[in-house]
């Protein structure tokens, strides 16, 4: 295991009449080159995790590894975490502040450090490129004045820009539509493959899940209530719906049949998957 | 830290300063930011602090709450202090170069700063115990003589119960930005002065640029439940003076008074 979080805990406002745990004994793993998808309700605890593999908030005890290095170490070099760890927020085009997309995208490497102009010209036009956009096109222009989906990939350029190991991704496709969610889905996945880096992504879209991650957990309250790959999760649809969530489509409709026809199998993530097994019943 | 800010919040809890009609309370409040300044010594000022005290104790809200309000403007008041100490001519108690420190004017400083911290507190109170709606209501009231003059007593009360209702709201949003712009390498806390005015710019211009998409936000929502203020408007639950906003005015009014009469009460000779 790459990354490995062992116990962490978190309390918010301690000591006070509206304290709540937002995590409570959490630990996982996660393997080098490899995606894992977290999915959980809006206060399971979700954005804290995320907050902590970035060093943004220490754990009230715990630990976090990443290689060789303990990042909840009190004296561990800030910095050092920023360089590892690459994280978007949710609604990633809300931090956008330079005049151009090119300044906005190198604000991160300048912070890491990276001063000569040459090199921050070429990371700038490589974070750009893998975002899909043109970066001669767009370079000049305002951030404020690009279409939605685009101020999001820039927004996700300029963590990219930073070379992390890991990249987190706090709901990436909220507030898309249907195109621009399934474009972005395929620019991440290619990302991590590319890179080879390790992705985390937060998502409540079980499909955007089924779709990438090679590991998920479920976080309830603060919680790990379940973990495993995708098909080991969304087998125990009963447990994910007592949560208050759901399974991917087409594993939901696979449920329904196997309700009404016995064999069926319902470890089904996607359509090719489903029509295949929908076929052997049928030929049966 | 950006959450300490108690500065505007609600504090829900069940108690007799809640249970008061919001009139009754910004009235007092008002007297008492008055009170504040027309104590001239420091015994007043501890009539002013037992009666908080009480009001505090009597709120349910917990102190430490209110003092972790108090953690933010205390760059303030530390600057009020020095300033005061440094400024003031007289007896001089010690000196180092172009730097002196009066008696009177470390007396000053305590008594500036004293005035500071029972102002912050005492009109916290005010938010820590009023539900904005309330807040809003009883100012519309308090307002509405003025109407017949022409003042819009409605749209002044609605601006500041927005205000208050987005203090929170627009924390919130700071403190989002800040983290974001943290997970980028930004670094808020090393450097110059300059450097650090700098560096709140990736933190100013978002924070701008989302509250203007918030005021729009509000504004279309307001337009389409048809929101037009003024005069026809009516409300679901009628504030009313009950008896114990007479009590807790009359006790009020007697902290007020024993504190106004220090004034006349010359102990600290060199006052």
Known sequence: MYIQVKNLNYTYSKDFPNQTKALDDVSFGIEKNSILGVAGHTGSGKSTLLQMLNGLLRPDDGEIFIGEDCITEKDFPLVNIRKKVGLVFQYPEYQLFEETVRKDVIYGPKNLGIEDEKELEEIARDAISKVGLDYEMIKDRSPFELSGGQKRRVAIAGVIAMKPEVLILDEPTAGLDPESRHELINMIQNIQKNENIILIFVSHNMNDIAKLADKMIVLDRGKIAM?????EVFEKKDELNSIGLGVPKVTEIMHRISEEIEGVKTDVLTLDEALEEIARVLND | MIRDITLGQYFPAESKVHELDARTKIIITFLYIIETFVVNNFLGFLVLAIGLAIVIGISHVPPKFIFRGLKVIIVIIIFTFVLNMFMMDGRVLWHWKFLTITYEGLYRAFFVALRLILLIIGTSMLTLSTKPIELTDGFEKLLSPLSKVG?????????????????????????????????????FESGNIIKRAKSLIPILIPLFISSFRIAQDLALAMEARCYHGGKSRTRMNQIAFKKVDLI????????????TMTRFIDIWHFA
């Open chain 2, 151 to 187: 003042v819009p007593s409605g749209e002044i009360a609605l601006m500041m119960s927005i205000a208050l209702r987005f203090i929170p709201t627009l924390m919130e949003e700071t403190d989002k930005i800040i983290k974001a712009q943290q997970a980028r390498g930004a670094d």
């Open chain 1, 227 to 231: 973990e495993g790959t995708p098909r």
């Open chain 2, 248 to 259: 807790a005015a009359i006790i009020v009014l007697i902290f007020f008074t024993l504190a």
